[in-house]
Nanobody, 115 residues
Framework: QVQLVESGGGLVQPGGSLRLSCAASGFTFSSYAMSWYRQAPGKEREFVAHINGVGDTYYAGSVKGRFTISSDNAKNTVYLQMNSLKPEDTALYYC?????????WGQGTQVTVSS
């Protein structure tokens, strides 16, 4: 049974930091590219960051330089370190695993940036 379980969300003040985690199970983690997406209320889900099997990373322009994606194959976990958070980063953050034949999504973890 495939599972992607996000954690680490919460309420943080502007300028603060959070680290999201996504624990994967039920598939060969190292064979999948991993991404983070987010969806704010009333908006479309949007791409945030991506890491492929060889460690190449890609970021949305709005988070480049503030967010860092990383993965630990030994723990089957992908992380999103978020620094210098802004109110516009408030959203439900989703983890995605994409392979040659399948794409899986987690249930999301809420990030709220507010004073």
């Amino acid at each position: 049974q495939v599972q992607l379980v996000e954690s680490g969300g919460g309420l943080v003040q502007p300028g603060g930091s959070l680290r999201l985690s996504c624990a994967a199970s039920g598939f060969t983690f190292s064979s999948y590219a991993m991404s983070w997406y987010r969806q704010a209320p009333g908006k479309e889900r949007e791409f945030v960051a991506h890491i492929n099997g060889v460690g190449d990373t890609y970021y949305a322009g709005s988070v480049k330089g503030r967010f860092t994606i990383s993965s630990d194959n030994a723990k089957n976990t992908v992380y999103l370190q978020m620094n210098s958070l802004k109110p516009e980063d408030t959203a439900l953050y989703y983890c995605q695993a994409s392979g040659s034949w399948n794409t899986y999504w987690g249930q999301g973890t809420q990030v709220t940036v507010s004073s």
